[in-house]
């Protein structure tokens, strides 16, 4: 497989393809630091944020919101109302703050009023939204949510979220892959004899977590820090919206990561993969960013993957 290590806009959307371990990844979307941002992921049939309506977006069934920033869930309503305007018969997950529930149950009610020709005069707020699992970020923080619409024959795809340090309240999630694997004390034991143990009704496996994709939505280098999964976990989908000296303060100040801050804790790193996204709007595409990049530390280039 030939590895994309940076993409640029192809008809508005970004491609990156990726292997990681024995997993490939085909990754899209689109994301601009204050503009919009929307990463999906075809493999696991999830969408990270829904800053802008890409309309492959809506075929993917589990959508993970970071945080209530308008860049980065403006478009779920149209993507709720798109799903009940042409009578898509799909369940999906949306997994989001719970602060964001009651304001994006409210656009997606007005939406729904103007999509159906009504006066937008709304006498009843959404209590359910059509086919959708609603699931708020804190809820997650604790125990595995399961992806949807996403399964092989021995395994599953479940997600945590994680607590991230922003402006605002945000999280980031990571997702695993489950499966099951003998116990401790089964293993080593021939065929016939499991056979024997299973007739008693005993369990005899335990479920094992694999994490495989992070994703840190917005958030300062403290966020991913704080969090040992996030550094540890196979592919990092992580920010990086500034790389010049310029642009330290601002990054401080709205609570984002400098490429200073990567490189300066690049051992903490264990990552196979690192994809960087939400570049401020002034690096458009890679050459705007290749003089402070060419010299990080090698272990570090060789993870590294660019979403432009």
Same mark, same amino acid.
């Given at each position: 497989?030939?590895?994309?290590?940076?993409?640029?806009?192809?008809?508005?959307?970004?491609?990156?393809?990726?292997?990681?371990?024995?997993?490939?990844?085909?990754?899209?979307?689109?994301?601009?630091?204050?503009? =919009?941002?929307?990463?999906? %992921?075809?493999?696991?049939?999830?969408? +990270? &944020?829904?800053?802008?309506?890409?309309?492959? #977006? $809506? /075929?993917?069934?589990?959508?993970?919101?970071?945080?209530?920033?308008?860049?980065?869930?403006?478009?779920?309503?149209?993507?709720?109302?798109?799903?009940?305007?042409?009578?898509? =018969?799909?369940?999906?997950? %949306?997994?989001?703050?719970?602060?964001? +529930? &009651?304001?994006?149950?409210?656009?997606?009610? #007005? $939406? /729904?009023?103007?999509?159906?020709?009504?006066?937008?005069?709304?006498?009843?707020?959404?209590?359910?939204?059509?086919?959708?699992?609603?699931?708020?970020?804190?809820?997650?923080?604790?125990?595995?949510?399961?992806?949807?619409?996403?399964?092989?024959?021995?395994?599953?795809?479940?997600?945590?979220?994680?607590?991230?340090?922003?402006?605002?309240?945000?999280?980031?999630?990571?997702?695993?892959?489950?499966?099951?694997?003998?116990?401790?004390?089964?293993?080593?034991?021939?065929?016939?004899?499991?056979?024997?143990?299973?007739?008693?009704?005993?369990?005899?496996?335990?479920?094992?977590?694999?994490?495989?994709?992070?994703?840190?939505?917005?958030?300062?280098?403290?966020?991913?820090?704080?969090?040992?999964?996030?550094?540890?976990?196979?592919?990092?989908?992580?920010?990086?919206?500034?790389?010049?000296?310029?642009?330290?303060?601002?990054?401080?100040?709205?609570?984002?990561?400098?490429?200073?801050?990567?490189?300066?804790?690049?051992?903490?790193?264990?990552?196979?993969?690192?994809?960087?996204?939400?570049?401020?709007?002034?690096?458009?595409?890679?050459?705007?960013?290749?003089?402070?990049?060419?010299?990080?530390?090698?272990?570090?280039?060789?993870?590294?993957?660019?979403?432009?």
């Amino acid at each position: 497989m030939d590895e994309i290590k940076y993409s640029y806009q192809n008809n508005g959307t970004t491609n990156i393809k990726t292997k990681v371990g024995s997993d490939t990844y085909n990754i899209r979307g689109y994301s601009r630091a204050g503009l =919009k941002t929307s990463i999906m %992921i075809d493999e696991l049939n999830v969408v +990270f &944020d829904m800053g802008y309506a890409d309309e492959k #977006a $809506f /075929s993917y069934d589990n959508k993970l919101i970071s945080h209530g920033h308008t860049d980065h869930i403006g478009s779920l309503h149209i993507d709720h109302c798109a799903r009940q305007l042409y009578d898509i =018969k799909k369940g999906k997950l %949306i997994v989001m703050p719970y602060r964001c +529930f &009651d304001p994006f149950k409210m656009l997606s009610t #007005a $939406f /729904s009023e103007m999509n159906c020709g009504k006066s937008g005069d709304i006498k009843k707020i959404f209590d359910k939204l059509h086919l959708t699992q609603l699931v708020s970020s804190e809820s997650c923080l604790d125990k595995y949510q399961y992806l949807i619409g996403v399964s092989k024959p021995i395994s599953n795809f479940v997600l945590k979220s994680f607590l991230m340090d922003h402006k605002i309240e945000a999280f980031g999630y990571i997702i695993y892959r489950v499966s099951r694997k003998l116990k401790s004390e089964y293993v080593g034991l021939q065929p016939h004899e499991i056979i024997q143990i299973k007739k008693t009704s005993k369990c005899i496996t335990t479920d094992c977590y694999t994490s495989l994709v992070g994703y840190t939505g917005d958030t300062s280098i403290d966020g991913v820090l704080n969090n040992s999964e996030l550094l540890n976990v196979r592919l990092l989908i992580m920010e990086c919206t500034g790389f010049g000296p310029n642009d330290i303060c601002q990054c401080n100040e709205g609570k984002h990561i400098h490429w200073e801050d990567i490189v300066k804790n690049s051992d903490k790193f264990k990552n196979d993969k690192i994809l960087l996204f939400h570049f401020s709007q002034k690096y458009k595409v890679y050459e705007d960013i290749a003089e402070y990049i060419h010299e990080c530390p090698k272990e570090l280039a060789n993870k590294l993957l660019f979403f432009f």
